[in-house]
């Protein structure tokens, strides 16, 4: 690893026995690390997509045990397609030598989940270096989605929620 990169670990995912859904990410940015908090950047427009699909609600929770809890009780769990990574800054495009979550297995442990978004390209390019072969199973749907990422910005809010609500079945 260079002097510039930085090593990167993921969060363990927020899932319960009841989760249908899961979304990932690729690895938290700079600001959701040094929070230990998924979606943290106060320009990433995750949260309040989620509160608006969900809870038709105009903001999220404040408290991110409530943001959690809220895609909870809609059977959605939440991870990140990388476990660890090398990365200067936060854009997906500086991930160097990453290595995978291990889907196989969180997929025996949790098989009530059917379907899969990606939040953005490069989670499911890691999703698919890694996890090949469970993108050939047909109980579990796939779906590429836009990046709720600020550097998305050609993506408005009311575009990501009309994209976001097929696969939620919202």
């Known amino acids: 690893m260079s002097a510039s990169n930085f090593h990167c670990i993921g969060f363990a995912p927020s899932i319960d026995h009841g989760c249908t859904h899961i979304i990932l990410g690729s690895m938290p940015s700079v600001a959701s690390l040094e929070a230990q908090q998924y979606y943290a950047h106060p320009q990433n427009r995750?949260?309040?997509?989620?509160?608006?699909?969900?809870e038709h609600a105009p903001s999220a929770p404040a408290r991110y045990e409530d943001r959690l809890a809220m895609l909870l009780r809609h059977h959605i769990a939440l991870w990140d397609s990388i476990a660890f990574c090398d990365r200067k800054g936060s854009l997906d495009s500086d991930i160097?030598?990453?290595?995978?979550?291990?889907?196989?297995?969180?997929?025996?442990?949790?098989?009530?989940?059917?379907?899969?978004?990606?939040?953005?390209?490069?989670?499911?390019?890691?999703?698919?270096?890694?996890?090949?072969?469970?993108?050939?199973?047909?109980?579990?749907?796939?779906?590429?989605?836009?990046?709720?990422?600020?550097?998305?910005?050609?993506?408005?809010?009311?575009?990501?929620?009309?994209?976001?609500?097929?696969?939620?079945?919202?």
């Not at 995750?46 to 969900?54: D, E, G, K, Y």
């Not at 997929?107 to 090949?132: D, L």
Request: glycine share 4%; aromatic share 16%; with cysteine.
């Open 46 to 54: 995750f949260w309040p997509l989620m509160a608006r699909i969900l």
């Open 96 to 170: 160097k030598n990453e290595q995978g979550n291990d889907f196989a297995a969180l997929f025996a442990k949790y098989p009530n989940i059917h379907t899969v978004c990606f939040n953005g390209g490069k989670s499911f390019q890691c999703f698919k270096k890694y996890n090949q072969p469970l993108l050939s199973h047909s109980d579990i749907h796939f779906h590429q989605m836009p990046s709720t990422s600020p550097a998305n910005a050609r993506w408005n809010l009311e575009k990501l929620e009309s994209a976001w609500k097929i696969p939620l079945n919202f």
